[in-house]
């Protein structure tokens, strides 16, 4: 599957019920166009693509089912969550995206785009769709073991949406911890594409796995709504360019 199909779905449907406040997240991309002029080039194509998509009502399409594997990193056992936890995770992550259940919003929109665990491996192989890996990265700094995170195990991002599961994530930017973060369309397909969450907040309350659903949505495109110190000027080029919310110039509480 192309995810980049999924893109317009994303910003036609994309509702008010879709993620929740968290205490931090770090959306790598934007760092990563500050030093790379290819980045940020992809970067404006995306910006076509999108304001195309939110425009024209014709590429409203039927429900996309994207296929996930759940990379689970521990460290002897820390950080592990078992696989009830992870299909947890997925219906409410899937909720989440339907405007459903605990995350229900009278002005929120469901979503054309549902997640299910992957049931071939990249060889063809039945899984189950969860990987776990034992590595001391379980314990990770955001900005400098990115890299090394996926380099352990990453399956074709052209066909999967990698979700990683550590047990601790701390920026070296901050030197506070992370919820959760997540590398945008603009590296999908490459070795860096996914999105990595805490596994204290995977699958065990809805209220937690909220940051699952506001990575996911970063995944696939969705900026924050205070993207940029926005104007409020308009919906459309300000925030995080969708109209179900209004830009604001600062972060959630």
């Known amino acids: 599957m192309k995810f980049q199909l999924l893109l317009f779905v994303f ?3 994309l509702g008010g ?7 931090e997240c770090v959306f790598l991309p934007t760092e990563q166009e500050d030093k790379s002029p290819e980045l940020l080039e ?4 995306f910006e076509k693509l999108w304001q195309l998509g939110a425009n024209d009502e014709s590429q409203r399409r039927a429900v996309e089912f994207i296929p996930v594997v759940i990379h ?15 299909l947890k995770a997925i219906d409410f992550l899937n909720q989440g995206f339907s405007n459903q259940g605990e995350y ?40 400098e073991q990115d890299a090394k995170l996926k380099n352990l195990i990453h399956w074709d991002a052209s066909c999967y949406a990698n979700v990683y599961i550590v047990n601790e994530i701390i920026s070296s930017i901050s030197g506070r911890g992370v919820l959760g973060y997540a ?6 397909g490459s070795p860096l594409d996914g999105l990595v969450v805490e596994s204290a907040l995977t699958g065990r309350n809805p209220e937690n796995t909220s940051t699952l659903i506001h990575e996911m949505g970063h995944y696939l495109g969705l900026l924050h709504t205070f993207e940029g110190g926005c104007k409020n000027d308009d919906c459309m080029v300000d925030g995080d360019k969708v109209c179900d919310t209004p830009p604001d110039a ?3 509480p």
């Open 11 to 13: 910003a036609l449907n």
């Open 17 to 23: 019920g879709l993620v929740r406040a968290q205490v």
């Open 42 to 45: 992809k970067h404006l194509e």
């Open 72 to 86: 689970i990193i521990h460290d002897q056992g820390i950080g592990d969550i078992s696989d009830a936890q992870v």
């Open 104 to 143: 229900y919003h009278k002005a929120g929109t469901p979503v054309e785009i549902q997640f299910c665990l992957a049931e071939q491996d990249p060889q063809g192989q039945p899984t189950s769709g969860i990987t776990r890996t034992n590595s001391s990265l379980s314990t990770l700094i955001a900005e």
């Open 183 to 188: 590398n945008g369309p603009i590296l999908h």
């Open 250 to 252: 600062s972060t959630a």
